[in-house]
């Protein structure tokens, strides 16, 4: 799920938040159809009237019918109206607004949450007593904090603590013993919707996603692996963190600098920004412990966020070309599975993250790379070479040497 953009919502902006209540329940099933969705129970086999929980269809049916609630509600000018599932997210802007002897300002809108339930009301919707949120310029929808005043994202205090226990649980049971699959896809899924406030984390799902890929038998457990329970530890560190809100500036459109990478295994990387280029050629073998081409591609990435970040550059989208589909992948899943890879992404992130800035990477042929002869040994000229001077990480060092 994308971040919702907030960045550009005017003062006054609000959101609500609203349930169905047991929402596949209230989906009737076709007559013809209800043979196709017995279950037993006890020995004896049952046809239901309405979706059961678990079917596969029921989010599809249930998505068609809150389509046609939002479709209702846009008719009498109620928009937007997020949804996700039988979560429904209106926001609302101010029609005008006054301003108070003390300098406070009170806004006006078209509507409030009783008039939007009142357009439904011919439905008979049954909305979740509980599971609910008035308008707020802080909404609270999937357990994340919207806020348009300071355009931040945030978990929900009861969430922080519901994840980092469920997390702190997983270590002090598994972290020696067995687990089944349906625990460890739980927590994959769990801490992957976290990743909407923490970005950096999402390169700390690869190993939990990569044990997922061993089970051989749902029902078979098997012990998690040690880089499993490393990672875990750092979602746990990450959780304790109170108060901690990702900040939604806008970005703007992609921008398209001219960014070209590429890497050789015989000779090193070659990187072009603009009408500028720049090298560094292996210094030492590092064909081992699982570095392959796509590691080498996935550092030339890195090494361009590293020069931009010394230019100072912020709050942007930028454009990469690259030619390893691997690597493309890998990045715009902000994970790899490769040890080495992932850990060039996890440092990439951190840069991102701490100026704001996205890199979208876009595949080419290798002999559309402009990047490609720089990464053979044939450089450009030397009044064109990058002169921002960037410090290697210390994983690097041992490897690349600066032309």
């Not at 209540?21 to 009737?28: D, K, Q, S, V």
């Not at 013993?177 to 984390?201: C, F, P, Y």
């Not at 901690?244 to 050789?264: C, K, M, N």
């Not at 009408?275 to 030492?284: G, K, L, Y």
Request: aromatic letters at 12%; glycine letters at 6%; a positive charge.
């Amino acid at each position: 799920m994308q971040p919702i953009q907030v960045a550009s919502a005017p003062p006054g902006t609000q959101g609500a938040n609203l349930d169905i209540a047991a929402a596949y329940r209230t989906l009737p099933i076709l007559p013809d159809h209800r043979r196709y969705l017995c279950y037993q129970i006890k020995g004896g086999y049952y046809m239901d009237h309405n979706f059961p929980f678990g079917a596969c269809s029921a989010h599809y049916c249930l998505g068609r019918v809150v389509d046609a609630m939002v479709d209702i509600l846009n008719a009498v000018q109620i928009s937007p109206v997020l949804k996700w599932g039988d979560d429904l997210f209106p926001i609302r802007f101010p029609k005008s607004s006054t301003t108070q002897a003390n300098g406070s300002v009170s806004y006006i809108y078209t509507y409030d949450l009783a008039f939007f339930k009142d357009i439904l009301a011919p439905l008979r919707i049954p909305w979740h007593p509980t599971k609910w949120n008035d308008f707020s310029p802080r909404p609270v929808y999937l357990g994340l904090v919207w806020d348009f005043e300071k355009r931040t994202v945030a978990l929900a205090e009861p969430k922080r603590i519901k994840y980092l226990t469920k997390v702190n649980d997983f270590l002090q049971t598994h972290s020696s013993t067995r687990v089944e699959k349906k625990l460890a896809m739980s927590i994959l899924g769990t801490l992957s919707h976290v990743t909407i406030v923490h970005q950096d984390g999402r390169s700390y799902l690869s190993a939990l996603s990569a044990f997922i890929s061993t089970f051989a038998n749902e029902h078979k457990p098997r012990y998690p692996r040690s880089s499993v329970i490393k990672d875990l530890e750092w979602w746990a560190k990450k959780l304790t963190q109170m108060n901690f809100a990702r900040p939604l500036s806008p970005r703007g459109a992609t921008q398209d600098l001219g960014i070209w990478v590429d890497a050789s295994s015989t000779w090193g990387i070659g990187i072009i920004i603009g009408n500028e280029w720049d090298a560094w050629t292996w210094s030492s073998s590092w064909h081992y412990e699982g570095r392959d081409i796509g590691w080498a591609e996935a550092v030339a990435v890195e090494l361009v966020a590293r020069i931009l970040f010394e230019r100072g550059l912020s709050n942007a989208s930028i454009l990469i070309r690259g030619d390893n589909q691997g690597v493309v992948g890998s990045y715009g899943r902000g994970r790899g599975r490769n040890l080495h890879v992932n850990l060039a992404i996890r440092r990439t992130e951190v840069i991102g993250t701490s100026s704001n800035v996205l890199y979208m990477l876009e595949y080419v042929e290798s002999k559309q790379n402009k990047a490609d002869p720089i990464s053979r040994g044939e450089l450009g000229p030397l009044a064109k070479q990058i002169t921002d001077y960037i410090q290697l990480p210390e994983e690097l060092t041992p490897f690349l040497r600066h032309v």
